[in-house]
């Protein structure tokens, strides 16, 4: 409940009109109904989904589809999107369907289950000579399950970026609810100058000391005050 298909929805809103020359394809796994008819209402974009009610062979043949046909667009040296909510239930889909290898990991996750939808998390790539492929996927922590927890951290550390949402951010209210403090981007020198870096790393060392709301919430009404990004960063200094 930290508001992970609100902001998916919102991420795919924001690319189909700040990009509307991407392909993009909002894959939706063991989802809710009206969870489906919304996203499909709000959302400019192509949107495949498979719903609770449906088998688990069911949502593993509605994610390849998806891939393949993705592929397919980058081939033809189009820019792809996919936004997955969520690869824990895809991957609970494969642990169902996968034939057993007998070696069962902690949490009751088949030694085999996890290939696929690593193979499918891990064809996000940019080819050299046109075409793009990218995939941004949720992931559920902290459910009690501890299926969920395996699944959780067998994908962390293989994205390019992680975002993670707060549950207790979300219950004040606050959106969106993300602990800023643990999210993070790998090799976030490529995407940024010398400059914006250092003002970067010069944010997030004031907000350490902050509990998980209070940074969101500072960050929330900066941003607020300014027109874009540069703005924002041009306005820490060393006394902030």
């Known amino acids: 409940k930290a508001g992970k298909t609100t902001i ?16 993009l394809i909002v894959l939706l796994v063991d989802e809710r109904p009206e969870e489906v008819t919304e996203m499909k209402a709000e959302v400019d974009g192509e949107v495949v989904a498979s719903t609770f009610d449906e088998s688990a062979k069911r949502h593993v043949q509605v994610a390849e589809m998806v891939l393949d ?3 397919r667009l980058v081939e033809y040296k189009k820019d792809v999107v996919i936004l997955l909510d969520s690869i824990t239930r895809l991957a609970r889909a494969y642990n169902t369907t996968v034939p057993h290898s007998g070696k069962i990991l902690s949490g009751g996750v088949d ?13 996000a790539r940019n080819i050299e000579e046109g075409g793009s492929l990218t995939i941004i996927a949720t992931a559920l922590v902290e459910t009690g399950s501890r299926m969920d927890e395996v699944i959780f951290e067998e994908f962390k550390g293989t994205g390019n970026s992680e975002v993670l949402l707060d549950r207790q951010i979300a ?37 350490a000391d902050m509990p998980p709301a209070e940074a969101i919430q500072f960050l929330i009404e900066r941003l607020k ?15 902030e």
């Open 111 to 123: 030694a085999n289950a996890l290939h696929k939808p690593k193979r499918f998390f891990g064809a």
């Open 8 to 23: 998916i929805r919102e991420m795919a809103q924001s690319i189909a009109h700040n990009h509307p020359d991407v392909h």
């Open 225 to 239: 005050r300014t027109a874009d990004n540069t703005e924002f960063l041009n306005s820490m200094t060393a006394g």
């Open 171 to 207: 219950d004040k209210r606050i959106y969106p609810a993300i602990d800023v403090n643990r999210s993070s981007t790998r090799r976030e020198e490529l995407l940024l100058d010398e400059v914006e870096l250092n003002r970067i790393y010069l944010l997030r060392n004031f907000l």
């Open 69 to 71: 046909k993705a592929k």
